[in-house]
């Protein structure tokens, strides 16, 4: 089993859609998560971490469930710009490595 | 405040030949990593250093060599160039150990 798996899409949704993401990890000891944007050919960006309480930037939300080791990100009214592939990175301490998934590639359509 | 720097941006290397890779931050993170990035496998860590004067080995650490005699800098060294090696670097840095990473721009290599 990947240590981060993502379901690699693509997803294709019309703009203004609600559109949602689900990463899992094997790691119960992981701490620290986050969603990363990554455009065609350039390098990821942090779209937002992800805290226990679950946490809100705009029209992007984000949640951890422990219990299941997954965590998600809600995108709503989407927008072109918005078309781009998705990461999720996990942290598990002591050992100060990153684990990525292979990201989520989305697309946005008029 | 112009992050993490990495050159060069795109380079071409024939099989054997040997470079470095440059990554510079202005953050002062202590801790710096380098990722190789190759379709359908995400990203990869090849070394990484938690402060000045110590490296550790990632996940696919073979045919690369790391330094960190500055806490600003962070160079990657292709020993022999293989074709296997053709891939997309990214260099990173963290603040701390639990925090989000900066990535430079990314290098783009190509053995042939």
């Known amino acids: 089993r990947k240590e981060v798996e993502q379901d690699p899409g693509p997803f294709n949704v019309p703009e203004g859609a609600t559109v949602a993401f689900n990463c899992t990890y094997s790691?119960?000891?992981?701490?620290?998560f986050f969603w990363y944007r990554q455009d065609c050919r350039k390098e990821p960006k942090l779209l937002m971490s992800?805290?226990?309480s679950g946490n809100e930037d705009g029209r992007f939300t984000a949640q951890l469930n422990r219990a299941s080791q997954y965590i998600s990100l809600l995108i709503r009214d989407s927008k072109l710009s918005d078309s781009a592939t998705y990461l999720c990175?996990?942290?598990?301490?002591?050992?100060?490595?990153?684990?990525f998934g292979t990201g989520t590639r989305l697309t946005i359509i008029p | 405040n112009a992050g993490v720097t990495q050159t060069p941006k795109f380079q071409v290397l024939k099989t054997g030949q040997s470079m470095t890779l440059q990554c510079a931050q202005d953050?002062?993170?202590?801790?710096m990593s380098w990722y190789r990035q190759d379709p359908g496998m995400g990203l990869r860590l090849i070394h990484y250093?938690?402060?000045?004067?110590?490296?550790d080995q990632g996940e696919v650490p073979n045919g690369y060599n790391v330094s960190r005699s500055t806490t600003e800098d962070f160079p990657l060294r292709l020993l022999s160039a293989a074709p296997s090696q053709t891939s997309v670097y990214f260099c990173?840095?963290?603040?701390?150990?639990?925090?989000?990473?900066?990535f430079g721009q990314g290098t783009r290599l190509t053995v042939v």
């Open positions: 992800v805290y226990s």
């Open positions: 790691n119960s000891a992981s701490q620290s």
């Open positions: 953050m002062n993170h202590e801790y």
């Open positions: 990173a840095s963290r603040e701390q150990v639990m925090t989000e990473a900066f």
């Open positions: 250093s938690v402060g000045a004067g110590i490296t």
């Open positions: 990175v996990v942290c598990a301490g002591g050992n100060e490595k990153l684990t």
